[in-house]
């Protein structure tokens, strides 16, 4: 049974500081891997999305990476500002061709404080 | 992206009563639509796969007598948490499937007294 783990559960960091998000998972027979942003109450947007031949993908300030094989993720945020303040999930998917069951994390709670 | 709304995005009820979720994609159509679950301080979880026309796939667990699909047309899937009570307090999402990415939408959550 896929499990998806991230560290840490909450951080908080100071206005410009880079940052690093970690997400593990059990079974590296994933499809692909996405990370999205969850704001309070609020739905889930999709930020970046790995497929399992890829290694990384980026978006801005934003950079993931995946090691499939070691069943590990990062997200990466450069220069960080109050406006990034979200919880962060992470989520494999393991049907292939089909995003059908997402399995997440409980996400990381991100305070970027100004 | 593709738009998805919910509907309502807060609900308290009378344990006993049941709830109607909406789950609507305003610029698409979708042919598969998901619902998942949220307790406080866990993952999302998926509940079931909703297919347009056909009945819903649950996830283990999950009982279908009492959280009822309905996926009638390609933009509009109901969830029904039937004789709802105070354990069924959580938020409930939807996605929709577009190409390689699930749209979600806002979200909706239920308080059961």
Known sequence: KQ???????A????????????????DSAIYNLQWFRQDP?????????IQSSQREQTSGRLNASLDKS??????????????????????????????????FGKGTKLSVKP | ???????????ICKSGTSVKIECRSLDFQATTMFWYRQFPKQSLMLMATSNEGSKATYEQGVEKDKFLINHASLTLSTLTVTSAHPEDS????????????QYFGPGTRLLVL
């Open chain 1, 70 to 103: 070691s069943g590990r993720s990062t997200l990466y945020i450069a220069a960080s500002q109050p406006g990034d303040s979200a919880t962060y999930l992470c989520a494999v998917s393991s049907y292939g061709g089909s995003q059908g069951n997402l399995i």
């Open chain 1, 11 to 26: 951080l908080s960091v100071p206005e410009g500081e880079n940052l690093v998000l970690n997400c593990s998972f059990t």
């Open chain 1, 41 to 49: 109450g609020k739905g889930l947007t999709s930020l970046l999305l």
């Open chain 1, 3 to 9: 499990e998806v783990t991230q560290i840490p559960a």
């Open chain 2, 90 to 101: 959580s938020f409930y999402i939807c996605s929709q499937q577009a190409l390689e990415t």
């Open chain 2, 1 to 11: 992206g593709a738009v998805v709304s919910q509907h309502p995005s807060w609900v």
